[in-house]
């Protein structure tokens, strides 16, 4: 495609960031609507948590694709909502472990619930078969773009 008839709007990097953006919108508002005092980007680290209680905030960077102070202002921010509590390593004293709180625990089966239903909102009116390729070209453009 020639310089001169490229459309933003057209281009596929727009179009992904711009869903994106609406996805993540739509899944704060399920949550807000549903009284979940979270965000997507702090659902990013407690599903982790769920999975795996007790990473490291170096381990969460990594597994969120976020850089250290994105995950300390998050995590500072989930423990200021009684979600999840910072623990010195017990062998490593300049590292933390991140573990869940009670509350953060208790929240699981509801958040879990709106992300589901955020998935279904979003894949409304698709094909599931068409829903299955997209999803596997969305993977080839994360692997084309590994580094």
């Known amino acids: 495609m020639k310089s001169t008839h490229y ?3 057209e281009s596929i990097g727009y179009k992904i960031t711009n869903s994106a ?3 993540m919108n739509r899944l704060n508002k399920n949550f807000k609507q549903n009284n979940l005092p979270v965000t997507h980007e702090q659902w990013a680290i407690m599903i982790r948590l769920w999975e795996e209680d007790g990473l490291t905030q170096n381990k969460l960077a990594t597994m969120t694709n976020k850089d250290s102070p994105s995950i300390s202002r998050l995590v500072n ?9 910072r623990i010195p390593h017990p062998v490593d004293k300049r590292t933390n472990l991140i573990f869940l709180t009670a509350n953060g625990k208790k929240m699981q089966e509801a958040m879990i619930e709106q992300a589901q239903n955020t998935v279904e909102q979003i894949s409304e009116g698709i094909d599931p078969k068409e829903l299955e390729i997209f999803l596997k070209v969305l993977e080839q453009i994360d692997e084309n773009l590994k580094d």
């Open 77 to 85: 921010n989930l423990i200021k909502n009684d979600l999840v509590t």
């Open 7 to 9: 459309r933003l709007a």
């Open 21 to 23: 953006r609406l996805v």
